[in-house]
């Protein structure tokens, strides 16, 4: 269960990670703990499951890259399988399963379109999932998700 520490770290961690030598010191300072704790806290966040990943996020247009959606309808049968492989590139970001015909949808990053439908193509030939649909953004409206814990 997060305690309040464990609620304030994680909304200032959100979106504004110090880019700092010591970014958890700092946090620590900011919130009143010590840095050891900080990364404690953390590091458990993490173990749960509750912290995914601290990383940077960019927008992959400015970086060179593109980005898309990828909607697939799998057999039930095969959607671990599936997702095990889509899940070896390391251009997905995200895999969810949803209660639809089109049941698997996943994000993938790459430097071109190209290379984009390369590795559906070689999805498809491997998992033997014919019906995946490459669904690039062409406007994005959402700029940041962040949440008030």
């Not at 919130?31 to 509750?50: W, Y």
């Not at 309808?73 to 070896?88: G, M, Q």
């Not at 379109?113 to 995946?132: F, K, M, P, Q, S």
């Not at 649909?133 to 814990?149: D, G, Y």
Request: hydrophobic residues 40%.
């Amino acid at each position: 269960m997060l305690d309040e520490f464990d609620k304030s770290i994680i909304n200032r961690i959100q979106a504004d990670f110090p880019i700092d030598s010591r970014p958890f010191a700092r946090i620590a300072m900011e919130l009143g703990l010590n840095e050891d704790e900080v990364i404690r806290r953390v590091k458990a966040m993490k173990d749960s499951g509750i912290v995914r990943r601290i990383g940077a996020n960019f927008v992959p247009g400015k970086v060179g890259f593109v980005s898309t959606l990828c909607a697939a309808r799998v057999p039930d049968e095969k959607i671990d399988s599936f997702s095990e492989v889509v899940n070896r590139y390391p251009g997905v970001t995200h895999n969810y399963q949803r209660e639809n015909t089109i049941n698997i949808w996943f994000t993938f990053i790459a430097r071109s379109t190209e290379e984009i439908e390369e590795n559906l193509a070689r999805i498809r030939a491997e998992t033997g999932v014919d019906h995946i649909m490459n669904l690039p953004a062409t406007k994005v409206f959402k700029i940041r998700a962040q949440f008030e814990v």
